[in-house]
């Protein structure tokens, strides 16, 4: 069935029409700008729907349940973040490094009237806020992601601030980005329903020695 139809999508993830309608809003601009900016790769194009909006909205219902805030690092032309909010989560805060994604980030923010927040820095230099779970898709390796939040939770000026939830959409890499942590996490591992060799981690707590999968 078609995706980019709202029973194709919905036979997918349930989704209000006014949802769709946005999401739909933002595929289109995403065409538009693409033009201009390199929003993202350009293989995809043909695809987005699906290598990008399905797979981003299908983590929704890992996060529905979350009350505070929730970070997407390296939000790039808003994968998985941006989606998210559209989708009705509250609390999101994007962060892009790059200005000219930021604008578009805010163009969309606008055009689908969500509230979203926007940090237009590095990773590295985001200021300290309270957050309860940390997502991004196709930004790093696994260690380097868990590098990020780690750097970023010692920001706190409480010693004891517990640890943030990950989830991260992982491709083929997976296991030997996890093969290769000197920490241990532990993780649940979900398919993903746009790649089958592609899948859903999210990380529950994280100590220093081995991975485990429960």
């Known amino acids: 069935m078609n995706i980019e139809t709202y029973n194709g999508f919905c036979s997918q993830i349930f989704v209000s029409r006014e949802t769709f309608e946005k999401l739909s809003v933002f595929h289109n601009t995403l065409l538009k700008w693409q033009n201009s900016i390199n929003l993202i790769s350009r293989s995809t194009i043909n695809n987005i729907w699906e290598r990008h909006i399905l797979d981003s909205a299908q983590l ?8 505070g805030n929730i970070l997407d690092f390296g939000s790039g ?21 790059d200005h000219k994604k930021c604008v578009f980030l805010k163009e969309i923010s606008m055009l689908t009237e969500i509230d ?18 940390v997502t991004c898709r196709a930004l790093a390796p696994l260690n380097k992601l ?5 750097t970023y939770i010692r920001k706190s000026s409480k010693h004891n601030h517990l640890f943030p939830k990950l989830l991260f959409l992982k491709g083929k890499s997976y296991k030997s980005e996890l093969s290769q942590l000197n920490k241990k996490i532990h993780f649940k591992e979900f398919p993903s329903i746009t790649d089958k060799d592609s899948k859903i981690l999210y990380v529950n707590k994280l100590d220093m020695l081995n991975v485990i999968n429960e």
């Open 77 to 97: 032309a808003g994968f998985p973040g941006l989606v998210l909010a559209i989708m009705g989560k509250k609390n999101v805060h994007l962060v892009e490094s």
């Open 60 to 67: 929704f219902k890992f996060v529905r349940d979350i009350d």
């Open 116 to 133: 979203i927040t926007i940090h237009n820095c590095r990773i590295e230099n985001l200021r300290f806020i309270n957050v309860d779970l």
């Open 146 to 150: 868990i590098q990020y939040v780690e």
